[in-house]
């Protein structure tokens, strides 16, 4: 296979919200970044280079202090990024594999700057636009060939960081090296899932998106419906938990009118988007009255927020009727009692609500249909762009299959007799079915998966090797098994540790290599808070508990076979432990990792003091390996993302980093198959003493917050002594047993229990 050059150095043009984010995100995987703007306006020609970047600058500024829970995955990334602008720095382009136009949507003012790019490009460079209107072949229009080849449009979403969905257009003119090696970046590098669309005014997710917004906004003001009840009835469909009005906020009550007008301007007079692009009587009073939705801090629009005269934050919700703010009312219909994706028994449903949920879902999902393949060329393009880029539960088609696509059509005959094309072509059949999707004939064609993906539906769909009740353990291949861990925020009660025990030997006795993972937000949670705080009250129960983790936890380190964590999502205390004892970790990039036990009056007791410790020695040394762990564990303190979990010693330098959530899974096979081929290097046994540490407590003294911080120093401190190692699951086994006679540790268990936030006792 011919390999491709690869994009090692990016220059984003444009350094507002969205190309800065785009910039930080090229950054965070691994590209050198040069960032331009324009000079300001009034700055002269030989003003010092400070006044004439500070557009760039000033946005970079702002990323390294939003610090790693903005744009940027870890401060230090920042230094892969340089600045400048567009009148003085434009040459610099001529080393770049990548530029990407950021710049505000005016045709011209693109144009203007592509003649400018393509003065000074190398011939191999690709160059692109974020567009989200206008289409590829407007933007080129009387551009030379040589720019037409190597020009693609990139739609990311805003944030870029989060925002998994890349739509991808390319042109008939358009080199397939071109696509392939941006593709091969924005997937692995950035981390995106790549739809490629058709040249089509806002492509697939603002296409049907902005459609359902407008469709759900002006269907609920027709039916006299209060934004509580819309909002719940949008939720059962497994819209964004936001709601429909939440969402028109979020996006801008200012910004929605351009963005529907932008696409109306574009799409066909007949198109069944014109029916709902006109003017909104209560979003033009909204306007005239100030109310732009969510701002910064700010938020005024259908929902509001506001502060009291002592202090209190007060919410409300704009009366549809009145347009005036009122106290929120929780809805009372039946329909919005549903849960999420109970589409059958909502449509079913009699009262308003039901009427409501027909009348968007009939209208979005009939829409949906009518964009392939004019606009996608498959079903899974759609669903992938509306899940990644509207945050949708189910796609446009995978709603339909949990209608019923026979049920769906013959009401929508009974209705108005108008299906697409696509529906008369599908007679009544699924969307999906058994790893294969309807095209646009009604004909069944094979699911595409892109290399080095594993489809987790797929996976699932195989027979179990062992179905637990807290987990499945299935093959991902012929050589390896995989743990789903599937039950409440998949805490490690009792009952998972058994299963754990249970899956290892299995994993052992067949020769399989053995990978845990979650397929939901949460790989593991820790303890069974509410198991373990009845356990308090029994004598040894709690010891017992600790011992049975630690043998565990030493069985899975000391397994014959490659033991791997692949995680994504929130890993907390005892699951963060978990992963400490596996031979690899593979972590998504947007992973939250922390030793919070602090929060509920304990220390960590399944190894993780030792491993911490273990782990902050190998990366800053024995003089700070204690104190750095102390901090961590004192403060409870929860990464950001992969790269800082790094920087703190949560990874180790052979643990991976997954860019692309997709990729996860199969990341982690590759981390298996090289453990076949080297020795474990997890046994820490040989480390030195670590240097003793007096960090200053700041808790209150006669606190137990300053309690458990004394002891957790006092524990920490015996790594100072030789052979620490060894001994450490045993003092942190004897802590936490000190500390649980303590009354104020169960109190701080039992109200993280009853409110879900930590008692600072």
């Not at 762009?385 to 189910?394: D, E, P, S, T, V």
Request: hydrophobic letters at 45%.
């Amino acid at each position: 296979m011919k390999s491709v050059k690869p994009v090692r150095k990016v220059a984003v043009i444009g350094a507002g919200v969205m190309g800065a984010g785009i910039a930080a995100q090229a950054a965070n995987g691994g590209a050198s970044v040069l960032l331009l703007d324009i000079p300001p306006a009034g700055v002269a020609s030989d003003a010092a280079p400070e006044e004439r970047n500070v557009i760039a600058q000033r946005a970079l500024e702002r990323m390294i202090k939003s610090g790693a829970t903005g744009a940027l995955m870890d401060v230090s990334v920042a230094q892969r990024i340089q600045v400048g602008n567009t009148d003085d720095h434009l040459e610099q382009l001529q080393d770049a594999d990548w530029i990407i136009e950021v710049v505000v949507e005016r045709l011209d003012i693109k144009q203007a700057l592509y003649r400018r790019i393509e003065a000074v490009r190398a011939p191999d460079t690709i160059v692109s636009s974020n567009t989200s209107t206008i289409p590829l072949a407007t933007l080129m229009e009387g551009m030379p060939p040589s720019l037409r080849e190597h020009f693609v449009v990139t739609h990311f979403f805003n944030p870029p960081r989060y925002m998994r969905l890349l739509e991808l257009v390319t042109s008939e003119d358009t080199c397939p090296e071109v696509v392939e090696r941006v593709q091969a970046f924005i997937d692995q590098a950035m981390g995106k899932t790549v739809i490629r669309c058709n040249d089509r005014p806002g492509f697939i997710a603002n296409r049907l998106g902005v459609y359902w917004m407008q469709v759900a906004l002006q269907e609920a003001i027709a039916m006299g419906l209060s934004v509580e009840d819309a909002d719940a009835v949008m939720q059962v469909c497994g819209f964004p938990k936001t709601g429909v009005f939440g969402l028109w906020d979020l996006v801008g009550i200012d910004l929605m009118p351009e963005v529907i007008a932008s696409l109306s301007r574009l799409l066909p007079a007949a198109d069944r988007f014109q029916q709902y692009a006109g003017p909104i009587p209560v979003i033009e009073q909204m306007l005239e009255n100030g109310w732009h939705g969510r701002k910064g801090r700010v938020l005024q629009g259908f929902y509001r927020q506001s502060v009291d005269a002592e202090g209190r934050k007060r919410h409300e919700v704009l009366d549809l009727a009145t347009l005036g703010h009122r106290a929120p009312q929780s809805s009372t219909l039946e329909s919005a009692g549903l849960r999420s994706g109970q589409l059958q028994e909502l449509i079913a449903c009699e009262d308003n609500g039901g009427l409501y949920a027909w009348r968007v879902l009939s209208r979005v999902l009939d829409y949906a249909t009518r964009l392939v393949p004019d606009v996608a060329g498959d079903l899974d393009a759609v669903d992938a762009a509306m899940r990644l880029g509207y945050n949708w539960r189910f796609g446009p088609f995978e709603l339909l299959d949990r209608i019923g696509m026979a049920a769906f059509t013959a009401r929508m005959q009974a209705e108005k007799g108008d299906l697409s094309s696509f529906m008369q072509h599908a007679a009544g059949q699924p969307c999906y079915r058994d790893g294969e999707q309807l095209d646009h004939q009604g004909r069944y064609q094979p699911g595409t998966t892109a290399d080095g993906i594993i489809d987790w539906q797929r996976v699932v769909a195989q027979p179990a090797v062992h179905a637990f009740s807290s987990s499945v353990l299935r093959a991902l291949d012929q050589d390896t098994w995989c743990l789903e861990f599937n039950c409440k925020v998949n805490a490690l009660s009792n009952e998972l540790l058994d299963e754990l025990e249970t899956a290892l030997a299995e994993a052992i006795t067949a020769d399989k290599a053995l990978v845990f993972y979650s397929d939901t937000g949460i790989f593991a949670a820790g303890a069974d808070l509410k198991e373990f705080r009845m356990m308090a009250e029994q004598e040894g129960a709690i010891d017992r508990y600790i011992r049975r983790g630690q043998r565990l936890f030493a069985a899975i380190r000391q397994a014959p076979v490659p033991v791997v964590a692949a995680v994504a999502g929130k890993a907390l205390g005892g699951g963060l432990e978990l992963m400490f004892h596996c031979h690899r970790i593979q972590a998504h990039a947007e992973v939250q990792l922390g030793l919070v036990e602090n929060s509920v009056g304990i220390v960590p007791g399944w190894g993780g003091c030792r491993e911490l410790l273990a782990r902050t020695c190998e990366r800053m040394g024995p003089e700070v390996a204690i104190e750095q762990t102390f901090g961590l564990i004192s403060g409870a303190q929860v990464c950001s993302s992969a790269h800082e979990a790094m920087q703190w010693g949560l990874l180790r330098e052979t643990d991976g980093i997954s860019m692309n959530r997709d990729r996860l899974l199969s990341d982690a096979i590759t981390q298996i198959r090289q453990l076949r081929d080297l020795s474990d290097d997890t046994d820490f046994s040989r480390l030195p003493p670590l240097a003793e540490t007096g960090p200053e407590i700041t808790a209150e003294v006669d606190s137990y917050q300053y309690t458990l911080e004394q002891r957790l120093l006092q524990l920490l401190n015996q790594a100072a002594q030789p052979g620490w190692f060894d001994r450490f699951g045993d003092l942190e086994r004897r802590c936490n047993l000190e500390l649980l006679q303590y009354p104020a540790s169960l109190q701080r268990m039992q109200a993280f229990l009853d409110t879900g936030k930590p008692l600072r006792n």
